[in-house]
Nanobody, 124 residues
């Protein structure tokens, strides 16, 4: 089982980035994105069931970030718009074989597989 995240980089405030996470090795029920800024705990960003339309977003990213997936290519995306310096962090994709409820999607402990992280830096 492997999750390979990519797409991070340096962007100016107000800009956009799209993160990708390619999953391989097995089928999953729930995917999510988390982030960890320097000196802070890992926090939930967004999550989605692999099948169906159930999604969940952290309040801090609602209306700016969109989680989506390409079922055929087993790829999860995180489109990030209107980025601010507060979004600077290492972003991790995560997955679990279970299909979680919206509340469980936001819990870090709900995920059993994690990608290696991709750095997003937003300059002011």
């Amino acid at each position: 089982v492997q999750l390979q995240a990519s797409g991070g980089g340096l962007v100016q405030a107000g800009g956009s980035l799209r993160l990708s996470c390619v999953a391989s090795g097995r089928a999953f029920g729930t995917y999510g994105w988390f982030r960890q800024a320097p000196g802070k705990e890992c926090e939930f960003v967004a999550a989605s069931r692999w099948r169906g339309d159930t999604k969940n977003y952290a309040d801090s990213v609602k209306g700016r970030f969109t989680i989506s997936r390409d079922n055929r290519n087993n790829t999860l995306y995180l489109q990030m718009n209107s980025l601010s310096p507060e979004d600077t962090a290492v972003y991790y994709c995560a997955a679990h074989s279970q299909t979680w409820s919206k509340s469980n999607m936001a819990r870090k402990n709900s995920y059993e597989y994690w990608g290696q992280g991709t750095q997003v830096t937003v300059s002011s």
